[in-house]
């Protein structure tokens, strides 16, 4: 609660301050972190690896932006449609792929990925090839056009932390229990009548679901989508969040989000390097703060504050 | 005659060339304490697995409250009444020990992901329900003081009775333990020995699978006895402990040619002198102040029930564990600091057990892979072009394997994995050979082997010792190891308690009767209900 009321204040500062770099960023933020959130429930809670979930975010993006202008319909109704579409395509490809465990599943859901992102180059008719899709109708509201970044803003983080606290209740409910079972161990769970295959291809396409939703809105917010942000490159970026954070921790994701944001605006001048970055960034801490980037600093700061003596701030 | 809950019959299962469950049938009756015994290898994993649906049976059917359970997936098991721990306990170590219960109601409190998003109303209260229900859990395997307490700091004895109380939180009628009794003290078993007493008096029926028969003989009212896939005997504790078959299935028939086993020769420098070695899992000491020598050219066996510590003093001598204190001399130097790949090349080489063969590979590239500490040792020029010598000594080395298992070069090209379990022993003992080693360690070679093929292996022994080499020998099946062995040491609880000349070993009854463990504490057992 005490982290849900420092978040608000947080917004309602940046809301209010006016700065329109400051809201594009935490815009922008939110609407990674739907579908960070989704890969946290799925790897961090349940233990199971996705190298594809950008797929599923592109999914939900042209999704959307095909159906509303190919039938006219009001965008809140192609999101819903889409962001369903999302959800079943997960499932499906959860029931497909957790036949695999550990590194053969981290090489399908990646070949996934894949074959989506060329999906989106290659299926020019409907897709619109590297050109991508623009004309997307932004979103209205009581006939207010939710077209700018200040008029959009509050509505991406009331969708988004709806979806923290949403997620929150399941992980702390009894099938977030089931979750944590199976990431451990699937014969101990499935010892205890919990049915891991089922399990896991539920919370599949929930987290679809989430990484449809941040899609579908950010193909509305931008009113243009191209195959290329959807592509293995983000789903690594996405990985990195979700192990910034720590892999498992609600609230962590939004660290992880927030971070891997605020570097990227930094690194701009690096152009495409960045990436360098990332995987260096990710490789340190997949090796040396398995929970997460916050506690491998503290970890590595009382290490130091012992070594150099200084006991009191090592306790 | 009570009720009978779970009905095994005709269970058969084969992996490969094993016969794992040969027609294996009996009854578990309404609350009643059944244990599961027998040597290692017998099958007695691979039933429990089937009966908790993780393994197919290719034959047979168990019914559980007259419900076939064939084809069903272990959640659906479950969800009929019957529960199960594993080997290892396997606590969920991400959670606490509270957490670790409720986890075992969660499939069955009406709240899934749907509810759990919402997080208010039936997911609220079933999360309720679930603490409280695991507090009682808790409470009855005694671990209630505990509950925040993260589920990894256990000991290995608290693990246990976690597993047991994890087990009973899914409400579950028939529970069924495995190896309940692993790696605890003495106060822990008593524990574990009233916890399952108290659970039988709620109600609950248990089976349970364990090496220590002083335990088993505390507990149990009835004894199910399978070795080699086969039930050899069934019934009350006293019959069962009697039964000639019995005694045979754990201390081994298997009897070798005479002549075979060799003089001792415990006279001059020692090849292998081991000095107060304490290993430590966790808390326990695994091997606790075991101290022995063996000289060149000797067959020395380490004989005792499983749990000794018979492996990992093995293991510490190969350099896998690393031991808490004591000293590893090889030929006279302290090898303690030295990894276990360094020991392979100067000299000590492991059959582990369970053989460990590249299955994918052929039998001779298996033994060439047996020669690589040598080659790397000669140098990296050995590696990337063989001088001429090491491709001799080779292929000398391999014609010696061919040697002495004459079968193996029938199969050179056959792929490892399709080799019966006594020609894959062979490969085993034949790779750890070809780096020349002068002490071979050997571990269980008996391991699942019919008496023809253990005879076949053990008998080739005294053999391989004529060229020098030693061999230390850790063996299940005690009357061949001390048949085939000059000196042998009897390992309990990790201590040497008995050692000396293996032909006067072999006919010292006591040494039988402390092997078995059936006398044990003479603690009362918990009385026959009476029938009703």
């Known amino acids: 609660m005490k982290r849900l009321a420092l978040l608000a204040i947080a917004l309602a500062g940046v809301y209010l301050s006016g700065s329109g770099y400051l809201t594009n960023l935490f815009v922008v933020t939110a609407l990674f972190t739907l579908p960070a959130l989704g890969l946290s429930l799925l790897m961090g809670y349940t233990g199971q690896i996705s190298l594809g979930h950008a797929a599923f975010v592109g999914l939900g993006a042209y999704g959307t932006a095909v159906l509303v202008k190919a039938t006219g319909l009001s965008p809140w109704l192609t999101i819903a449609a889409a962001v369903a579409l999302t959800t079943l395509a997960a499932w499906a490809i959860g029931w497909l792929v957790f036949r695999l465990r550990g590194h053969h599943l981290a090489m399908a859901t990646l070949a996934f990925g894949i074959i989506l992102h060329v999906g989106t180059v290659e299926w020019k008719a409907i897709t619109g090839g590297q050109d991508g899709l623009s004309g997307i109708p932004r979103l209205e509201f009581l006939g207010y056009s939710l077209g700018s970044d200040a008029a959009i803003f509050p509505l991406a983080w009331i969708v988004c932390i709806v979806a923290i606290l949403l997620a929150q209740n399941l992980v702390r409910s009894p099938a977030g229990y089931a979750m944590r079972a199976v990431a451990e161990n699937e014969a101990v769970a499935a010892s205890l009548g919990i049915a891991p295959d089922r399990l896991k291809r539920r919370i599949m396409a929930l987290s679809g679901c989430y990484a449809g939703l941040g899609g579908a809105l950010y193909a509305h917010y931008l009113g243009y989508i191209s195959p290329s942000p959807f592509d293995v490159g983000f789903s690594i970026k996405l990985l990195l969040m979700v192990a910034l954070g720590g892999f498992a921790g609600i609230w962590s994701v939004l660290f992880g989000v927030f971070f891997v944001v605020i570097t990227s605006e930094v690194l701009k001048p690096l152009g495409r390097y960045d990436v360098v970055f990332y995987g260096v960034l990710l490789v340190i801490v997949m090796i040396w703060c398995p929970r997460g980037l916050l506690d491998g600093l503290a970890r590595l700061s009382h290490a130091l504050a012992a070594r150099l003596g200084l006991g009191w701030m090592a306790r | ?532």
Request: glycine letters at 12%; aromatic letters at 4%; charged letters at 20%.
């Open chain 2, 1 to 532: 005659m009570s009720d009978v809950l779970l009905c095994i019959r005709g269970v058969s299962v084969r992996f490969g060339g094993l016969q794992a469950l040969d027609d294996v049938s009996f009854d578990v009756r309404q609350d009643e304490i059944l244990a599961l015994i027998g040597p290692n290898g017998a099958g007695k994993s691979t039933l429990l697995n089937v009966v908790s649906g993780a393994l197919e049976p290719d034959a047979g059917e168990i019914l559980l409250g007259g419900r076939r359970l064939n084809g069903m997936r272990a959640e659906e098991v479950n969800a009929l009444g019957l529960a199960r721990t594993f080997q290892g306990a396997e606590v969920l170590r991400g959670m606490s020990v509270r957490e670790n219960v409720m986890t075992a109601g969660a499939a069955r409190c009406g709240a899934g992901i749907g509810f759990g998003l919402v997080g208010v109303g039936r997911a609220a209260t079933a999360l309720d329900k679930l603490r409280r229900s695991a507090d009682r859990c808790l409470e009855a395997v005694g671990l209630e003081a505990l509950a925040e307490t993260p589920a990894s700091t256990l000991t290995a004895g608290q693990q246990r009775l976690l597993a047991i109380g994890r087990a009973l939180g899914t409400d579950a009628q028939l529970l069924i333990l495995d190896e309940p009794g692993a790696g605890l003290n003495a106060t822990e078993k008593a524990q574990l020995a009233r916890v399952i007493t108290r659970l039988r008096d709620a109600g609950k029926t248990v089976v349970f699978v364990e090496h220590d028969l002083a335990l088993v003989g505390r507990l149990a009212e009835r004894i199910v006895v399978l070795d080699h896939g086969k039930v050899i005997a069934a019934g009350e504790p006293d019959a069962v402990r009697s039964d000639p078959k019995v005694i045979e299935a754990y201390l081994g028939a298997t009897e070798i040619a005479p002549g075979a086993a060799l003089e001792a020769n415990d006279e001059g420098n020692p090849v292998l002198a081991i000095e107060s070695l304490v290993v430590r899992y966790g808390g326990a000491a695994a091997v606790d102040g075991a101290s022995l020598a063996v000289a060149a050219g000797e067959i020395v066996a380490i004989v005792g029930a499983n749990g000794a510590g018979k492996t990992t003093l093995l293991n510490a001598i190969a350099g896998s564990v690393r031991p808490a204190s004591g000293r590893v001399l090889y030929q006279g130097r302290d090898i303690s600091g030295l990894a276990s790949a360094d020991r392979v090349c100067a000299g000590l080489s492991l059959a582990p057990e369970g053989r460990q063969l590249f299955g994918s590979l052929s039998v001779e590239d298996n033994l060439l892979i047996g020669r690589y500490g040598r080659r790397r040792g000669a140098g990296l020029r050995e590696l990337l072009v063989a001088g001429h010598g090491e491709v001799q000594a080779t292929r000398a080395a391999i014609n010696m394997v061919y040697g002495l298992f004459p079968k193996l070069r029938e199969r050179a090209s056959q792929a490892a994995a399709t080799l019966s379990g006594g020609e894959g022993q062979m490969l085993a003992i034949g790779r750890a050979l070809m780096n020349r080693p002068s002490l071979l360690l050997l571990d269980e070679p008996s391991f699942g082997l019919a008496p023809q093929a253990t005879r076949e292996i053990l008998e080739g022994l005294p053999r391989l010792t004529e060229s020098g080499v030693a061999v230390l020998l850790v063996e299940q099946n005690a009357r061949a190891a001390l048949q085939v062995s000059s000196r042998a040491y009897v390992l309990a609880n990790g201590r040497v308690v008995a050692q000396g000349r293996s032909r006067d070993l072999l006919h010292d009854p006591e040494i039988a009767r402390a092997y078995l463990g059936w006398k044990g504490e003479q603690v009362p057992r918990p009385g026959l209900r009476a029938v009703r």
